[in-house]
């Protein structure tokens, strides 16, 4: 698989962009990177603004510029060529001529993009699928129709043939699919059986994250239940709770469950829901060394695209979760 190099250019505002879109100025100054790309290396973090003799990182593209400012942009390497398979062991729980089904570890990225360019569940699964792969629009690789963050384990399917991946996108546009989680979370919901609808969309504050917004955010729908609680009353420390999707929006079960104040224990974006609880020094130390969410994809339910048979799979607790929920339990 060939690259190209990192990179990183510099582009200073003409006086003909005066009250531009930082994105559009941007295009114009550096002809070379598309306006797209500069909205990507945006998101990503990878611009910044000479403010004096320091940078600053800057993520807004709406933002007005002025001529004479100085911008940074950082370009990672690019994959060239279709990614390549790579033998990286799977958990299968499911295989046949259409599909694959897996057990995703907490830490492997789904798709190759920028920063993860190798070592992904697509690379795996175009070395273990091989000539199984009959073409997804033309081109030998999987049909990823959901994901899971890299830090978030458990179930996924993905399609090997066109018939089967458009038969399982049109069931996840649809919200057929049965989808429950397991989180670890800060403090026990109240009520403790609910559901949250608030609608999500980027943050207005932080381009990277996502947010319950009060107008134009897409609807989002989770269903919870607490499970098991850990701590004794009137405050209890943490809680097992089971969430389960009628909508997939990016960091869902995230973003609702720091919403109402229970955030999933570990979370780097979203996590900070201790509220200033003291914690026993055991808990203290395993989370030093924790190094993902709390969450895990535990059970996936849908129909086969080709067979028509209902299928149903299922995924116990890796096994830090558990130590966790052990620890929490002490």
Request: hydrophobic share 40%; glycine share 10%.
């Amino acid at each position: 698989m060939s690259q190209i190099p990192d990179q990183t250019v510099e582009a200073v505002i003409g006086e003909d962009a005066l009250g531009n879109r930082l994105d559009k100025a941007l295009a114009v100054a550096l002809p070379g990177l598309s306006r797209a790309r500069i909205q990507q290396l945006l998101s990503a973090g990878l611009v910044s603004r000479g403010d004096g003799p320091s940078w600053r990182t800057i993520d807004n593209a709406s933002a007005k510029v002025k001529p004479g400012e100085r911008y940074r942009l950082k370009i990672p390497s690019a994959v060239v060529a279709e990614p390549i398979g790579e033998d990286i062991p799977l958990r299968v729980l499911f295989e046949d001529a259409h599909l694959i089904v897996v057990d995703k570890p907490a830490g492997m990225v789904v798709h190759p993009a920028a920063g993860h360019a190798a070592g992904t569940l697509v690379n795996a699964l175009i070395a273990h699928c091989g000539d199984s792969l009959s073409g997804i629009g033309g081109v030998r690789r999987p049909g990823i129709v959901h994901r899971l963050d890299k830090d978030t384990s458990g179930v996924m399917v993905a399609a090997k043939t066109d018939r089967a991946h458009a038969g399982l996108a049109n069931q996840f546009a649809e919200h057929s699919i049965e989808r429950a989680y397991r989180a670890l979370c800060w403090g026990v919901p109240r009520p403790r059986a609910g559901t949250l609808e608030a609608p999500l969309g980027r943050s207005r504050t932080n381009r990277k994250k996502r947010a319950v917004l009060p107008h134009g955010g897409k609807y989002a729908i989770t269903h919870y239940a607490v499970q098991e609680v850990y701590g004794e009353p009137p405050t209890p420390l943490a809680s097992m709770v089971e969430c389960r999707l009628e909508t997939g929006r990016t960091h869902q079960i995230r973003v609702h469950m720091a919403y109402i104040g229970h955030a999933v224990i570990g979370d780097p974006m979203y996590g900070g829901g201790r509220r200033g609880r003291k914690l026993a020094p055991a808990v203290q130390e395993f989370l030093k060394g924790f190094g993902r969410q709390a969450l895990h994809a535990g059970l996936l339910g849908f129909v086969h695209p080709v067979t028509g048979e209902a299928l149903k799979f299922r995924s116990d607790l890796p096994p830090e979760l558990q130590a966790l929920a052990r620890i929490l339990a002490e």
